[in-house]
């Protein structure tokens, strides 16, 4: 489609491939971030961000999980490993466990966007020496109701009970390195969620990795 109509970058849409050079060297020159939403819901690990959900990285994560920009997984993957070292610090391996989507939500989309981008990060960290392993043990079991315009009370109590750790998983997880991933923390609510149904399975979570957070947060961590 974009040699007979002409593509454009999804980052910056200046005309030419996927992703420029320009919005490709930003992506690889991001500094990762403790980003503590404010309020900080109970039970959230520390979260470690790629980048702020702003401008050109806000229309990748966007390009990639609505209009199925496959390509852009990789280096949308780059950024959420580069969370990873952060949030290990010293550690060199842990279980990356994406936060899960529901069935007819990935069936709408045609693909699982976080699940492809943990993936992408899983084999950027191998080759820096790290033994990451993707986890896919969570499952919604309740489709909670859309999230937009909720406030972070609202939101918590949306999601409660709404993930359940496999059953495959549960004795494989116990006493291993976890890090919770997703694309984008806003008020932390689903992280905070996913983290209770791991650890009332015995699962302790390290903390939490993901691409971008929105500028709902404290950066201080304080």
């Given at each position: 489609?974009?040699?007979?109509?002409g593509?454009?970058?999804?980052?910056?849409?200046?005309?030419?491939?996927?992703?420029?050079?320009?919005?490709?060297?930003?992506?690889?020159?991001l500094?990762p971030?403790?980003?503590?939403?404010?309020?900080r819901?109970?039970?959230l690990?520390p979260p470690?961000?790629?980048?702020?959900?702003?401008?050109?990285?806000?229309?990748?994560?966007?390009?990639?999980?609505?209009?199925?920009?496959?390509?852009?997984?990789?280096?949308?993957?780059?950024?959420?490993?580069t969370?990873?070292?952060?949030?290990?610090g010293e550690?060199?391996?842990?279980w990356?466990?994406?936060v899960?989507?529901?069935?007819?939500?990935v069936?709408?989309?045609?693909?699982?966007?976080?699940?492809?981008?943990?993936?992408?990060?899983?084999r950027a960290?191998?080759?820096q020496?790290?033994?990451?392993?993707?986890?896919?043990?969570?499952?919604?079991?309740?489709?909670?109701?859309?999230?937009?315009?909720?406030?972070?009370?609202?939101?918590?109590?949306?999601?409660?009970?709404?993930?359940?750790?496999?059953?495959?998983?549960?004795?494989?997880?116990?006493?291993?390195p976890?890090?919770?991933?997703?694309d984008?923390?806003?008020?932390?609510?689903?992280?905070?969620?996913?983290?209770?149904?791991?650890?009332?399975?015995?699962?302790?979570?390290l903390?939490?990795?993901?691409?971008?957070?929105?500028?709902?947060?404290?950066?201080?961590?304080?």
């Amino acid at each position: 489609m974009d040699l007979v109509l002409g593509g454009r970058c999804a980052g910056c849409e200046r005309p030419g491939v996927t992703l420029c050079g320009g919005c490709r060297e930003l992506l690889t020159s991001l500094t990762p971030f403790r980003a503590w939403p404010d309020p900080r819901p109970p039970g959230l690990p520390p979260p470690t961000a790629g980048a702020p959900y702003a401008d050109e990285l806000r229309q990748l994560i966007i390009a990639h999980k609505e209009n199925a920009r496959y390509a852009l997984a990789r280096p949308l993957g780059g950024v959420l490993a580069t969370a990873v070292l952060s949030a290990l610090g010293e550690r060199r391996g842990a279980w990356l466990c994406p936060v899960p989507s529901a069935r007819a939500t990935v069936r709408q989309r045609g693909h699982d966007p976080l699940r492809r981008i943990t993936k992408a990060a899983v084999r950027a960290l191998r080759g820096q020496g790290i033994d990451a392993r993707p986890a896919d043990a969570l499952r919604v079991v309740r489709r909670p109701d859309d999230q937009a315009g909720l406030s972070a009370e609202r939101r918590t109590a949306n999601l409660a009970g709404a993930f359940a750790v496999r059953s495959r998983w549960a004795e494989r997880l116990t006493d291993q390195p976890v890090l919770l991933v997703d694309d984008v923390i806003t008020t932390g609510s689903t992280l905070a969620e996913a983290c209770r149904a791991l650890e009332s399975r015995g699962i302790p979570v390290l903390g939490c990795a993901v691409v971008a957070a929105t500028r709902r947060h404290s950066p201080s961590g304080s």
